[in-house]
């Protein structure tokens, strides 16, 4: 299994625009072979962050998660409003052995 997880942050008063902006892709994701998980969502306790948090039962369907997206992005059309500036981001890759749940 993967997990990648992450965080963007945005100005405050972007924040539920920019996770608005992410439906399609969230519903898109959660259908592709292989997608366990896929959500973005605020983070409670600071106003502009948003969380990202994936789970991919392994790597080739990640890689065409990946693959897939770029495509889209490549070939979408710019929306009616300003894009959404991202001030910052960090997502990372996590390789997990195993797994049991907790308690």
């Given at each position: ?6 965080s963007f ?8 625009a920019?996770?608005?902006?992410r439906h399609e892709a969230?519903?898109?994701s959660?259908s ?6 896929y959500?973005?969502?605020a983070?409670p ?14 790597q080739?369907d990640?890689?065409d ?9 490549a070939s ?9 500036a991202?001030?910052s ?14 308690g």
């Amino acid at each position: 299994m993967l997990i990648v997880a992450g965080s963007f942050n945005v100005a405050p008063a972007d924040r539920d625009a920019f996770i608005a902006s992410r439906h399609e892709a969230m519903q898109l994701s959660r259908s592709e072979r292989g997608c366990i998980e896929y959500t973005f969502s605020a983070d409670p306790l600071v106003p502009g962050r948003v969380v990202l948090y994936e789970r991919w039962e392994q790597q080739r369907d990640l890689d065409d998660h990946l693959s897939a997206y770029r495509a889209r992005t490549a070939s979408a059309t710019p929306g009616t409003g300003p894009p959404i500036a991202v001030l910052s981001s960090e997502i990372t890759l996590f390789d997990i052995a195993g797994s049991r749940p907790l308690g």
